[in-house]
C-alpha cells in the first residue's frame, strides 16, 4: 500500500502512537528507509510532525516512533529547553513545511534536570558556563515545584514539559494561531527510557 502522509492533527498523532507500539513491543517496521524514499524526499520535504525534544542519545527520534526519512522535523538540545532558535525552527515546521503536529518530549532521569536539581541543592559542579544557561531555563520549574512540596524529579519533568508547552503557546503567535484553526495540534509528552513508551501529558487541538 502507497505511504499517505499524515494530514491532520489527530492522524499525525495516531501514526507516532502506531509507531511507537511498534518500538516498545519489539516489532518495528523501519517504514521509508531505503533508496527510493530517499530519492523521493531529495527534491522536497513533507513531513508529517515537528518534535521538539531532549538530546539524550536514547530519545532517537526515528526509531522511537518507527518512522522514516523525511518523516519527522526534529529540533532537540539538553532538557528541551525553549529559545528563540527552537520557536523559530518550530514556526518554520508549521508555516512553510505544514506540519500538523508539534511533539514537545521530555523523559525520566533527564540530566539537564538533575544539574538543574543539583544547582538548587548547591551541588552543581560544571565547568562549563553555557550548561549554567540550560539550568538557569529549567530552574523557574524546579524552583515552582519545590514550592509546591513536589521534589522529585518525576514531578519536576513533568512540570517542564507543562511550562514548556506553554511558553510555546504563548511566545509565538504563529503556533497558537494554528492550533485555533485546527491546522496544527500540540502534544506534550514524557518518554519512559526504560520501557521506550510515550506518556502524554498535555495536548493542544483536536489530537484525540
Ligand atoms: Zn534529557
Redesign the pocket.
Known amino acids: 500500500m502507497a505511504y499517505q502522509r499524515p494530514q491532520t492533527p489527530k492522524e499525525a498523532w495516531h501514526a507516532l502512537l502506531e509507531g511507537n507500539r511498534h518500538f516498545v513491543t519489539g516489532e518495528p517496521a523501519h517504514p521509508r528507509q531505503d533508496v527510493d524514499r530517499r530519492e523521493s524526499v531529495a527534491e522536497i520535504q513533507k513531513p508529517f510532525a515537528a518534535l521538539f ?4 542519545s536514547r ?1 532517537s527520534a526515528e526509531i522511537i516512533f518507527d518512522v522514516g526519512l523525511g518523516d519527522l522535523f526534529v529540533v532537540r538540545n ?3 529547553v525553549i529559545a528563540e532558535t527552537i520557536l523559530g525552527s518550530l514556526e518554520y515546521a508549521v508555516e512553510v513545511l505544514k506540519v500538523p503536529l508539534i511533539l514537545v518530549l ?2 525520566d ?5 538533575r544539574a538543574t536539581i543539583d544547582a538548587k541543592e548547591g551541588n552543581l559542579v560544571s565547568q562549563g558556563e553555557f550548561i549554567h544557561n540550560i539550568v538557569a531555563r529549567i530552574a523557574p520549574t524546579v524552583t515552582q515545584s519545590y514550592a509546591a512540596g513536589k521534589k522529585d524529579i518525576d514531578d519536576i519533568t513533568e512540570l517542564h514539559i507543562q511550562d514548556t508547552i506553554d511558553d510555546l503557546m504563548s511566545r509565538s503567535t504563529l503556533i497558537a494561531k494554528a492550533v485555533k484553526d485546527g491546522k496544527l495540534g500540540v502534544v506534550g509528552a514524557n518518554y519512559k527510557l526504560a520501557l521506550g513508551e510515550i506518556h502524554p501529558l498535555v495536548t493542544h487541538g483536536e489530537v484525540a
Do not use: F, N, P, T
Open positions: 525534544g531532549c538530546s539524550d530519545l539538553a532538557g528541551q521530555g523523559h532521569e533527564c540530566g539537564a534536570i
